[in-house]
């Protein structure tokens, strides 16, 4: 089975800060790599889907990138409301695993 | 509006039972896969089941095989997950998750329901 590296564990930063957390595949998975925010007490939501898609009706603040095994996800400009879990999840072979997760808080 | 609502949570004994529903609206359920995604307190996302749209494909994660069974009826517009031989470890909210066109990702989740297997 694929093992997902997310990192950091947890991440603290400013409003207007540039963030970026990674997902690394323990093998190739293409593009098959999506990104989701959850608050607390919520579902999750879907933010970028097939490693750079952005989901519709999500700020453009947001973005992905990566293809193979190394992947980036960026929020541009932090905002308050921001705050939230992010996951990584990859699709391979009809099975499907997270990542860790990163909570983001406000410094 | 695609509106996702799980039921069927609550408490029950280890090596009990439950089965959880998903009434889905706001799309054609008929036409797409459904899955069931869970996150124990304070833990991360993990995925737990997956059926196609015909329910022709079925998929479990390692850590349910052979205890859940996950099923859908297209004409109620509904998806399910027998639990069996339920475990401590198995306490977690459920997420119902709409599978994408393409299977690669899950664009829509309901709220969840709460399982708690506890004596």
């Known amino acids: 089975d694929i093992q997902m590296t997310q990192s950091p564990s947890s991440l603290s930063a400013s409003v207007g800060d540039r963030v970026t957390i990674t997902c690394q595949a323990s093998q190739d998975i293409s593009n098959y790599l999506n990104w989701y925010q959850q608050k607390p007490g919520k579902a999750p939501n879907l933010l970028i889907y097939?490693?750079?898609n952005l989901e519709t009706g999500v700020p453009s603040r947001f973005s992905g990138s990566g293809s193979g095994t190394d992947f980036t996800f960026t929020i541009s400009s932090l905002q308050p409301e921001d705050i939230a879990t992010y996951y990584c999840?990859?699709?391979?072979?009809?099975?499907?695993?997270f990542g860790q997760g990163t909570k983001l808080e406000i410094k | 509006e695609v509106q996702l609502v799980e039921s069927g949570g609550g408490l029950v004994k280890p090596g009990g039972s439950l089965r959880l529903s998903c009434v889905a609206s706001?799309?054609?359920?008929?036409?797409?896969?459904m899955n069931w995604v869970r996150q124990a307190p304070g833990k991360g996302l993990e995925w737990v089941s997956s059926?196609?749209?015909?329910?022709?494909?079925?998929y479990y994660a390692d850590s349910v095989k052979g205890r859940f069974t996950i099923s859908r009826d297209n004409a109620k517009n509904s998806l399910y997950l027998q639990m069996n031989s339920l475990r401590a470890e198995d306490t977690a909210v459920y997420y119902c998750a709409k599978g994408a066109f393409n299977m690669h990702y899950f664009d829509f989740w309901g709220q969840g329901t709460l399982v708690t297997v506890s004596s």
């Open positions: 999840q990859q699709f391979d072979n009809r099975l499907y695993t």
């Open positions: 097939d490693a750079s």
């Open positions: 059926i196609s749209s015909s329910s022709s494909y079925i």
């Open positions: 706001g799309f054609t359920f008929s036409s797409y896969s």
